[in-house]
């Protein structure tokens, strides 16, 4: 399985500020995800991010909103924009395993705005 | 559209057996993840059904009816560290990776 780190692990922003949330991989993925759990609630995606082209952003999902960089096979950022308290939640990476069928997530990024 | 349904929380004794039960309406359907995920904590993987039937893996087993669009995660010998959010989600498939989750089912063991 991929050791997936993430960094903030937590955060306590102000409205109106952005934050940029790091997913590092151990190893080489072709595609990588982010997700938001927000209070209470299961997973939403929010992008698929493939290395080398833009990310595929889920229906309510925009792009001015949660920019997203995938500079390279093990690396990828999720920007949270202009917060609000409506997007404290925890933003979590994952990665597809060496089979389909495998999806690993990182510890995840817990966020608060105030 | 995708709707996948679980209940919200159950309660079980330590030594028990469990099930807890997902059904899930999907535009594409290619296979079904269960994840565990305790608070604060990430979701970890625990099973992925493609064909009909039971597998079972250790004390943990999953079942999937593909024409039913149902599924079912089965926990035996139930022990207190099992207490957790139990995640069922659909996968596409089909040249996409996306998971659709359920809402998760908050299980608590008593003594």
């Known amino acids: 399985s991929a050791v997936i780190s993430q960094k903030p692990s937590r955060d306590i922003c102000q409205r109106g500020t952005s934050l940029t949330i790091q997913c590092q991989v151990d190893?080489?993925?072709?595609?990588m995800f982010w997700y938001r759990q927000q209070p209470g609630q299961s997973l939403t995606l929010i992008a698929t991010?493939?290395?080398?082209?833009?990310?595929?952003?889920e229906s309510g999902f925009v792009i001015d909103k949660f920019p997203i960089s995938r500079p390279n096979l093990t690396f990828s950022t999720l920007t949270v924009s202009n917060m609000s308290p409506e997007d404290s939640s925890i933003y979590l990476c994952?990665?597809?395993?060496?089979?389909?069928?495998?999806?690993?997530f990182g510890p995840g990024t817990r966020l608060t705005v105030l | 559209g995708q709707n996948i349904d679980q209940p919200t929380e159950m309660t079980a004794t330590e030594g028990a057996i469990v099930q807890i039960n997902c059904t899930y309406q999907t535009s594409g359907f290619n296979g079904l993840f269960w994840y565990q995920q305790h608070a604060g904590e990430a979701p970890t993987f625990l099973s992925y059904?493609?064909?009909?039937g039971l597998e079972e893996k250790g004390r943990f087993s999953s079942f999937l009816s593909r024409s039913k669009g149902y599924s079912y995660l089965l926990l035996k010998e139930l022990q207190m560290k099992d207490s957790a959010s139990y995640l069922c989600?659909?996968?596409?498939?089909?040249?996409?990776?996306?998971?659709?989750f359920g809402k998760g089912t908050k299980l608590s063991v008593i003594p």
């Open positions: 989600a659909a996968f596409s498939g089909a040249g996409s990776y996306q998971l659709t």
């Open positions: 994952s990665v597809e395993g060496q089979n389909y069928n495998e999806q690993f």
């Open positions: 059904n493609v064909l009909d």
């Open positions: 190893s080489q993925v072709t595609m």
């Open positions: 991010a493939n290395q080398g082209s833009e990310a595929t952003y």
